[in-house]
């Protein structure tokens, strides 16, 4: 399985830390934290502009950079995001019709996918996984983004705060130019943590802390496993946009160099719920001094719920199908 195309949607200016210190009231400790600590310098923010907004001009920013012959024939739109019932199911009918027509194809199949918290766009990239091996997806086309409307997704205390970034990539089981190859996709569900969405006690919170790298390291190894390859002869780690010293740990934990952490987007953009990896793996690809043919690329996702994804890929020149 290929990823064939990833289009972006940043907003053109970042909101600064101390704006949204001020926004967020999020107090004098969280404040030295972001700023000090974690030297978070900024948020992708849309300000009023609606999701829906934001979804079209995705789309139609994804149509003037893809190939056109990329967009032909999809096979299934599916919409990663971190919060239950933003899609609700008896929409799910209009907004098909809605990408029916827009993509002039009424046979595509959309659906969402939202169990894996953040962790979502890889899990969707499981499902896809398992559709076009077994024959019956070729390509189709993965969303991520969402906004931070409500007091829950602005900031998390002391880990960081939340970005507004969406991600428009193409999936197909044929690589086009330049294609990202997947080698190695894992996801590992730690019990008992499923009502964090809801409510959590200090106890819960302690446990998840004391699992956490544990159960990440497990990820990757496994990915690593799955690739055939040594923690090593990794090029570079995406991380998402939260606690950058978390993948200081795990760098040093797994075995490969904190040098290869890419860190374009991190303290600028916030973290982008399902976004994060998609936005790090277009801006890698995108950068004239890096040169990420041949590279094995690691990217991370974790889900508040107890949700950890690993996935590596490797840049390599396909043919255009």
Same mark, same amino acid.
């Given at each position: 399985m290929y990823i064939n195309h990833i289009t972006t949607l940043i907003s053109p200016t970042l909101t600064p830390v101390n704006e949204l210190s001020e926004r967020y009231q999020w107090g004098e400790r969280n404040d030295k934290i972001f700023s000090r600590f974690h030297n978070f310098?900024?948020?992708?923010?849309? *300000?009023?502009?609606?999701?829906?907004?934001?979804?079209?001009?995705?789309?139609?920013?994804?149509?003037?950079?893809?190939?056109?012959?990329?967009?032909k024939n999809l096979d299934f739109i599916?919409?990663?995001?971190? %919060?239950?019932?933003?899609?609700?199911?008896?929409?799910?009918?209009?907004?098909?019709?809605?990408? *029916?027509?827009?993509?002039d194809n009424r046979n595509i199949e959309f659906f969402s996918v939202t169990q894996g918290s953040c962790a979502s766009g890889m899990l969707a990239m499981k499902f896809i996984q398992k559709k076009i091996d077994s024959g019956k997806w070729r390509s189709g086309l993965l969303i991520t983004g969402e906004k931070c409307f409500h007091k829950t997704v602005q900031y998390v205390d002391q880990n960081g705060y939340f970005g507004e970034g969406l991600s428009a990539s193409i999936i *197909?089981?044929?690589p086009a130019h330049a294609a990202l190859c997947i080698k190695a996709l894992e996801i590992k569900q730690l019990a008992s943590? *499923?009502?964090?969405?809801?409510?959590?006690?200090?106890?819960?919170?302690n446990n998840y802390d004391r699992e956490f790298l544990p159960t990440m390291h497990q990820a990757i190894q496994q990915s690593l496993n799955q690739a055939a390859c040594k923690a090593s002869e990794l090029n570079y780690l995406l991380?998402?946009?939260?606690?950058p010293v978390t993948f200081d740990r795990l760098a040093d934990r797994v075995g490969f160099s904190r040098?290869?952490?890419?860190?374009?987007? %991190?303290?600028? %953009?916030g973290?982008?719920?399902c976004s994060d990896a998609f936005i790090n793996l277009n801006g890698l690809i995108s950068q004239e001094k890096n040169n990420p043919q041949g590279k094995l690329i690691l990217s991370l996702a974790s889900g508040v719920a107890g949700t950890f994804a690993t996935m590596i890929t490797k840049s390599e020149t396909g043919v255009t199908e």
């Open positions: 310098k900024s948020a992708s923010l849309f *300000g009023d502009a609606d999701l829906s907004a934001l979804l079209q001009s995705l789309l139609k920013k994804l149509i003037q950079e893809c190939k056109p012959e990329l967009l599916v919409w990663a995001h971190s %919060l239950h019932a933003v899609a609700p199911f008896d929409l799910n009918p209009i907004t098909q019709r809605k990408l *029916g027509h827009f993509f *197909g089981m044929n943590f *499923g009502t964090r969405m809801r409510a959590t006690t200090r106890e819960s919170e991380p998402y946009h939260i606690s040098e290869i952490i890419f860190k374009e987007n %991190l303290y600028t %953009l973290h982008c719920f």
